[in-house]
């Protein structure tokens, strides 16, 4: 095991770091001390098998497991050097500075411009309804979705292409102005082209937010990240640069996931 | 020969075929498998089996049927014709009356007769028993061997009984479905043919616009014109289910579907769902009961308290509220399944943008699920205004278009009850009366359930 | 392209106290969910309380020991041959009457309950060597004694049992005769017996009809039936059953089963079977939920070895789908067992003052000889509606609770 | 039980029907109860609440095990019932008086004092008093400056119940004869002198209160401005709660209604199927039962019934024995 | 679309033969005109981005397609040269004799004996009880549990684990004595380990059955098969000797299917 963080090339900033972090499902074990740092700027990608704890570690980083009531969360995990599990952290702002995004697309079953405007209005982050207007106008060409949807913003959500969807959702995400943005497989229920859409979109992102994908397709990963954790069975096996994981795994068990030889 | 006897003498028939047949089968199908080919045979033996003990008992059993409908005819022909029948008296109900009772105490029904008229039939009876007894069993004996007989025959290795058990199997389960809609035809047909009658004596507008509802000047002899108003009724099922019953009921029952589902801990959650389903399990005369003895009186003096005129003991509101305390169940129920049909999703998409569960509920999931929770309130407020005893006991029979809940106002339920039971008059307007307010009713809930049924649905597929 | 935005400022007073707002409301509306689920449950702990508060007390008796002296009495009785017959004729009534105005004086037969001769008649029943001397027999006190020796009274009868305790011949206790007997117009000599054999041979009919048909239904429905105009009337024919108001079958049984079918009025039969036309349905509708619930998997598993239709249903899916299909039939159950209004249009509500014997007889049930009871002159009634309803609502809940257990226990989550 | 109608051999009843008044129905199961104990091995009688008219309708229908072989009634059978009965197959009646019973009015304990006359409670109820336009009589001071200026509300029974048609004949029709038009409307129109006279007003003023005179019982006590109209015996069984209301001066109580000085008095009947008497098991025990106990000093007084004249009393005691036809000529 | 068959070297014997097979759902068309050959001995592996149609085409080869009211099969399907399709075919027999073995292993809730005794039973292939016991022990030495599980015979068998269990359905398949083995996806629910028992046993069986696989993981494919067939959108897009396919796709979507670029 390795509570040891695994942290690359200094000259990066770090966002967010988790030490030792354990999370238990009632008496099971899904996250068996895992430590990390997440870099700004970057694309992580979480790589690993089925049930390997990918999404149960993302979900603490933004502490959606605090919705699971049989879950549990040991070891420190920071933002901006802020521990995110101490009592002063208030969960509804921590989730507005680190936002997420789903393997289904999730948009509410309300207008376009409604679910862009949620989180700006929850938050109360627009004056009045000209700034909330630029808000989502800027979220959704952002999400780069804007030329697609600016003449029908007050269509249903859903009713927009899967890929669109899952675009309008990252938009969402971004309205609220977060730091950092969690996806868990958000193109694993789309078509090749949405998918090359998402892919596109997320390397425009990187510069302004750390950005975390978990991703069951390992050409993904190498495609969009700078940064792979690989995990397995709970535990983090091995993180590194992107290129390296990928050519020249350190350890057995990657080696023989990247070849397929289980999962 | 008595039921029972008969009874085990085919079943032990049935017995004899089955196992027999699956002895059979059994045996041509040790050759027939020797010789290797893998559809050489088709079905177990036991099917065999099966398929000869129907045949053995199916034509039989209905030829006993028949039979047991038919003999009594036979036997009291025969008993009339014997010379004790000549002294029975002319008048139909007495002369069958006796016959009866004499019937009874040949076939063991009765000890003694109350007539002694009556024992002299009983010899004769006994007799044509006895023999009509003896040709049914004799017949039924012929048509199980005859049946048994034929399936035996058709017992090969090759032979698909299992094909034809199976049929006979899913036929049976097409009738049993097929009842649904017997009960269904049964209800139209006897709710149609009374209000058919009814209404060739009362206009059918006067009986859905008039405001006037007097059965008793209909019955007194003042024509039908104004006493069959049903608009008062209406109203009144209307105020009391749809109106005061929902005011209670669905806010309690949605905040407590809410907080059962959304806050409570699992433990809290496990006691108070079961505790809540009672107040739906309870029967709706003790409701009633209750909500006449208890809960109207306590509201008649807190009406005359605070000072309001016209209260009176028997209120719509004092029905309302029971109603609507018995319907909070059903309400919280359908609300919990509609909010669990939004997908968890759209619950983790709102918590993830940093939204209070109490946020995301009225925001997202509410607006989500509000299709089903009006499907559901629309299903309520049908079962509302199908209730009978709790208006019965509390509503009062005051024929009131009123918006004073302190007021006594009438239902439809409670009329039909009033008109079918106590005092009643066979076959007049007022009776039928009461079928054409079970057809209004029976139409209304069953648009509403349609509507409901159709908008839940149609919510549960958008999200699957 | 659009201004743009600073950071927000998480830390700012105003994103504090907005907050600060939002939690607020976040309490103010988990409070009122729980405000609803407590009032809920109040308004059941109320019902309850105020059943037994009234009911309890219908459970217990006043008695009055009186002595009988029966050699001196003019019984017209051989002692050496008793029958019910022998002792219907035995002047028993004026006997009682008597011996009572001479012990408790000339108000005596306001004291006793007016059938109090037939607990003499159950003494001699009993032993009929008492009739050979002086006996102490226990007597019902009459509904105004009862009623103020249990609770409050009229002045006078308040003053009676004063004077009847100070002779020390007055006793409360539990009244055996309540569970046993039957329907009666004497609030002190009135029992449930009647009423609960009713219910019983109604529900025997109701389950043995709608059970076998419900099940075999949602079987065809769930596994079987294709796609078809007739399937969708037979589904719409159910979902229609199950929500049409219970009075309506009470119309049906009153129209179809009586007045064309002739079958016969007031009895068991007739209600058990209008019930079972109710309690189809929600089997249906509990066994096709239950049916669904078996996971298509163990259909697919036992197809894929080449297992008929037929065999897929009663080897795999009935035994798996019959624990909740139990707790269906069981609920639908308790709905027909506290059911009243069908049955009083098919006449069961007729004063009958012995059991059913068969389920061809007349009879009443439970909550309608509750809703009888309720409209009883005698203020003696009150508390034996409120004892009746107690009754009542013991078996429902103990059919909730089973079928509550049935669930809990069977529910298999694959 | 009953058995299946197959062939020719007809149903069978072991048990006593009965169906009718709701004012003679405790008294009809108060004597089923003493049937069965006399007569142990016997089924009990079934007695059936249906009010008067509802039960000769069930009486009248035929003849046969299906049909009830009592009717109970609390005011002698129509000419136009015995008709029907006739129509139907039901020829010989019996006709037994079985007691008295007193229509009357009460009040709560705690309210005014009424005293009425049948003139007042026309005028109070009548749906249009003396044909001269519908009831605008608010309070009971509209109707007579003696009393209080409450407003009307009387709870009282509803139509085809014998109770009413007491209501119309013994008080109603009194009251609205007190008006000589109305005597000679008689004569001329008995239809529109029937409904003006009888016709009770339906604005809410009259309180229509079903069978549950019980609760009629119960709202009076709840309601201490209220008048409620019934049988004697509901008003003997609460006499905790309520009060008698004189008419004429006369108050309701057992001497005055037995000596028929009580203006509400009117006489219980019960009719029996002389047809069923040999069929029915039971039937002429259970008339005897009646007969054994509608004395002074007998069970049915206690339960509020008054006995009929001693007169009365000994030619329905014959009656019952000798089972005579009734004369359809006798009825109105 | 291809519409002729693409049969493969000649010396293989041919079992099963599917010629311009069509699947509806409705008015869905499944399966666009696939015509195959599935060979004796040797493994088949249907390949292809998720809800092409592998399930599908795979349930017409031993009807378990009509168990779905809405579902329609045109073309000709034969076994032994049998129109499986024909009315005088026993679907009953049919399916003995092409077993079938499902993604979730789906024991019956009954014990170990019974789920392996049901289809002898029910098809009277057992003369006794004795008998029975050779049944039950033969098959499952053949699907390699007999030793794990001989001193449990009447544990349930959902007790197992989950590699366990498949192997269990692997065994009640076999105790019918089928010709074809149809998988579909039969390693996607079990570790790594359970996946190469299974696979491991799949090689042995070889030899002795028709054995057709769906699978996810390209690599199992490769691993296991020795004729691959590519579905793409409801048409086979390739069909070859599993070597070829992997090395030497003749199709452009297959290649881009196998380096990862959608799926
Ligand atoms: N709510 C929960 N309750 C209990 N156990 C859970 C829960 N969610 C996940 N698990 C378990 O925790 C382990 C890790 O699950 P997780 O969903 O994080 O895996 P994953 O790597 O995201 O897998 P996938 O690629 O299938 O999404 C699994 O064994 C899973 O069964
Ligand atoms: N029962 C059904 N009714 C309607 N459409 C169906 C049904 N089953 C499958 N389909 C559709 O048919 C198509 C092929 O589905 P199929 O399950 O065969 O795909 P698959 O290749 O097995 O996918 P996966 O890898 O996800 O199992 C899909 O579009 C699917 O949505
Ligand atoms: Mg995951
Ligand atoms: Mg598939
Ligand atoms: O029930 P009644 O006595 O009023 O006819």
């Given at each position: 095991m390795m509570h040891e963080p695994q942290t690359l090339t200094p000259a990066t900033e770090t966002k967010m770091t988790a030490r030792d972090v354990k999370v238990f499902y009632g008496d099971k074990q899904a996250i068996k001390g895992v430590s990390i740092d997440v870099d700004m700027d970057h694309v992580t990608a979480f790589i690993g098998p089925s049930g390997c704890g990918k999404s149960t570690f993302l979900r603490t980083l933004n502490r959606m497991n605090d919705t699971v009531a049989s879950a549990r969360v040991e070891g420190a995990i920071t933002l901006d050097g802020e521990d995110i599990y101490a009592p002063s952290m208030d969960v509804v702002q921590l989730r507005a500075r680190v936002g997420m995004v789903f393997q289904k697309p999730n948009p509410f079953p309300k207008s376009i411009y409604e679910n862009i405007a949620y989180g700006p209005r929850i938050h109360g982050l627009a004056a009045g309804k000209a700034d909330l207007d630029v808000i989502v106008e800027k979220s959704l060409r952002r999400a780069g979705l804007w030329d697609e949807v600016k003449d029908r913003l007050h269509d249903s959500g859903t009713a927009l292409s899967g890929g669109q969807q899952q675009r309008l959702c990252i938009g969402r995400a971004i309205a609220v102005e977060p730091e950092v943005i969690l996806m868990d497989e958000p193109c694993s229920a789309l078509d090749p082209i949405a998918t090359a859409k998402i892919e596109e979109l997320i390397h425009e992102l990187r510069g302004r937010y750390a950005i975390v994908i978990v991703t069951h397709n390992m050409q993904q990963a190498a495609r969009v990240s700078q940064r792979t954790a690989f995990f397995h069975l709970g535990e983090l096996v091995e993180y590194g640069v992107t290129s390296d994981i990928f050519t020249n795994p350190r350890q057995e068990r990657t080696k023989d996931y990247i070849t397929g030889r289980y999962g | 020969m008595t039921g029972p006897a008969i009874f085990l003498l085919l079943a032990g028939l049935g017995a004899i075929a089955w196992v027999s047949a699956r002895a059979r089968a059994l045996r041509l199908q040790t050759v027939a498998r020797a010789s290797g080919r893998r559809d050489a045979v088709h079905s177990l033996p036991g099917y065999h089996g099966w398929y000869v003990a129907l045949w053995t008992l199916i034509p039989a059993g209905i030829f006993l049927a028949i039979w047991a409908n038919v003999a009594p005819g036979l036997v009291t022909q025969t008993v009339l014709a014997d010379p004790a029948a000549q002294s029975l008296p002319a008048d139909a109900f007495s002369r069958s009356a006796l016959l009866g009772e004499a019937r009874n105490i040949a076939s063991g029904a009765q000890a003694a007769a109350f007539n002694p008229a009556a024992q002299a039939l009983v010899e004769p009876y006994r007799a044509a028993i006895r023999e009509y007894g003896i040709i049914g069993v004799v017949l039924a004996l012929v048509l199980a061997f005859a049946g048994g007989a034929y399936a035996f025959t058709r017992v090969r290795p090759d032979f698909r009984a299992r094909t034809r058990v199976e049929r006979l199997v899913m036929a049976t389960l097409l009738i049993a479905s097929l009842l649904a809609i017997v009960t269904t035809l049964g209800i139209v047909v006897s709710l149609l043919w009374e209000s058919i009658r009814f209404f060739s004596m009362v206009n059918p507008i006067d009986f859905l616009f008039g405001t006037k509802w007097s059965p008793q000047s209909a019955a007194l002899g003042y024509g039908n014109k104004d006493a069959f108003g049903a608009v008062p009724l209406f109203w009144g099922t209307i105020f009391i289910g749809a109106i005061i019953a929902m005011i209670v009921a669905i806010p309690l029952g949605l905040m407590s579907a809410i907080y059962l589902t959304q806050y409570a801990r699992p433990q809290v959650r496990k006691w108070m769902k079961p505790i809540l389903e009672v107040l739906a399990g309870v029967p709706t005369v003790v409701y009633g009961y209750f909500a006449a003895l208890t809960i109207a009186p306590a509201l008649r003096d807190f009406a005359v308290a605070i000072g309001i005129h016209g209260a009176s003991s028997e209120s719509a509101l004092a029905a309302g509220l029971v109603m609507g305390v018995m319907i909070i169940p059903f309400v919280s129920s359908m609300a919990d399944d509609s909010i669990a049909a939004v997908p968890q999703s759209m619950r983790d998409g709102s918590l993830a943008m940093g939204a209070t569960t109490s946020e995301t509920i009225r925001k997202v999931l509410i607006p989500a699920a509000l299709p089903g929770v009006v499907g559901g309130v629309l299903l309520a407020v049908s079962r509302a205004i199908g209730e009978t005893m709790i208006v019965v006991m509390a509503a009062g029979l005051a024929a009131n278009l009123t918006l004073n809940p302190f007021a006594s106002v009438t239902t439809v339920t409670t009329q039909i009850v009033q008109l079918l039971t106590g005092d009643q008059e066979f076959d007049s307007a007022k009776t039928l009366a009461a079928f054409a307010l079970g057809l209004v009713l029976f139409i209304v809930t069953l648009l509403l359930n349609i509507v409901a049924l159709r908008v839940v649905k149609k919510y549960r597929e958008a999200y699957e | 392209m659009t201004v743009e935005r600073l950071p927000t400022d998480w830390k700012s007073d105003a994103m504090q106290k907005r907050i600060a707002r939002r939690y607020a409301a976040e309490r103010r509306f988990k409070f009122a969910g729980l405000f609803a689920v407590a009032l809920s449950a109040a308004f059941l702990a109320f019902l309850l309380f105020t059943m037994l508060g009234n009911g309890l007390r219908g459970f217990t008796r006043t008695e009055i020991a009186l002595q009988v002296d029966f050699p001196a009495s003019p019984l017209l009785l051989d002692p050496a041959n008793i029958t019910d017959q022998g002792l219907a004729g035995a002047n028993l009534p004026m006997v009682t009457s008597e011996a009572a105005k001479k012990a408790l004086g000339p108000d005596a037969d306001a004291l006793i309950a007016p059938t109090a001769w037939t607990a003499v008649r159950n003494a001699i029943k009993a032993d009929p060597r008492i009739l050979g001397r002086t006996e102490t027999v226990r007597l019902p006190a009459s509904t105004a004694i009862d009623l103020a020796a249990k609770s409050k009274g009229t002045p006078e009868a308040e003053a009676a049992v004063a004077r009847l305790k100070q002779q020390g011949v007055l006793s409360t206790g539990f009244n055996m005769g309540f569970l046993t007997g039957s329907d009666g117009t004497d609030p002190t000599q009135v029992g449930i017996w009647g009423a609960f054999k009713g219910s019983l041979l109604t529900m025997l009919v109701t389950l043995l009809l709608s059970f076998p048909v419900g099940v075999a239904t949602a079987l065809y429905l769930e596994e079987y039936a294709r796609k078809n105009w007739m399937t969708d009337i037979i589904e719409v024919s159910i979902n229609n059953l199950a929500a049409v108001p219970s009075i309506i079958f009470g119309l049906l049984g009153l129209s179809i089963f009586l007045n064309f079918l002739h079958l016969p009025r007031s009895a068991a039969l007739v209600g058990g079977m209008t019930l079972a036309l109710m309690t189809m349905p929600v089997i249906v509708i509990a066994g096709r939920n239950a049916i669904k619930s078996v996971p298509p998997s163990i259909r697919d598993a036992a197809l894929g070895i080449g297992a008929s239709p037929v065999q897929v249903v009663f080897q795999h899916v009935l035994p798996l789908a019959l624990p909740g299909i139990l707790t269906g039939t069981i609920i639908g159950m308790a709905r027909a067992l506290g059911e009243t209004a069908p049955l009083l249009m098919i006449g069961m509500r007729a004063f009958i003052a012995t059991p059913p014997g068969g389920i061809s007889d007349p009879a009443t049930v439970l909550p309608v000889q509750i809703f009888l009871w309720s409209d009883e002159?005698?203020?003696?009634f009150v508390e034996k509606t409120s004892a009746a309803i107690i009754v009542l609502l013991i078996f429902l809940l103990a059919m909730n609770g089973l079928a509550i257990y049935l669930r809990n226990k069977f529910e298999k989550r694959w | 039980g009953d058995q299946g109608a197959g062939g020719g051999a007809g149903a069978t009843r072991d048990q006593i029907r009965a169906v009718g008044s709701s004012t003679v129905y405790p008294f009809a199961t108060a004597v089923a109860e003493l049937f069965v104990q006399g007569n142990p091995g016997m089924k009990s009688p079934i007695v059936e609440s249906t009010g008067t008219g509802g039960g000769m309708k069930l009486f009248c229908a035929g003849v046969g095990a299906q049909y009830p072989d009592i009717a109970d009634a609390s005011r002698r059978m129509k000419k136009a019932e015995f008709e029907m009965c006739q129509q139907n197959g039901v020829k010989e009646i019996v006709e037994i008086q079985v007691g008295v019973d007193g229509l009357a009015f009460a009040e709560s304990k705690k309210g005014p004092g009424f005293k009425l006359t049948p003139r007042i409670v026309y005028e109070a109820l009548a749906a249009n008093p003396y044909g001269k336009g519908p009831n605008k009589t608010q309070s009971w001071k509209d109707v007579d400056?003696?009393?209080?200026?409450i407003p009307i509300s009387v709870f009282g029974p509803p139509s085809t119940s014998g109770t009413r048609d007491s209501l119309a004949e013994l008080i109603l029709e009194k009251g609205c004869q007190s008006d000589e038009a109305m005597k000679a409307l008689k004569e001329k129109n008995e239809d529109e002198y029937k409904a003006t006279c009888t016709r009770i007003r339906e604005d809410g003023k009259y309180v229509d209160s079903g069978e549950n005179d019980n609760l009629i019982v119960q709202k009076l006590g709840a309601n201490p401005n209220a008048l409620g109209i019934f049988g004697f015996s509901f008003l003997e069984e609460n006499k905790d709660t309520l009060k008698d209301v004189p008419i004429n001066g006369v108050e309701a109580t057992y001497e005055t209604v037995s000596s028929g000085q009580y203006p509400g008095a009117r006489p219980l009947y019960i009719y029996v199927k002389k047809a069923h008497m040999q069929a029915v098991p039971g039937l002429q025990a259970y008339l005897n039962a009646f007969a054994a106990n509608w004395d002074p000093d007998g069970v049915l007084t206690k339960r509020g019934m008054v006995a009929s004249p001693e007169d009365v009393r000994k030619a329905s005691g014959e009656a019952v024995k000798s089972l005579p036809t009734l004369d359809g000529a006798a009825l109105k």
């Open positions: - | - | 002159v005698s203020k003696g | 400056p003696s009393l209080p200026a």
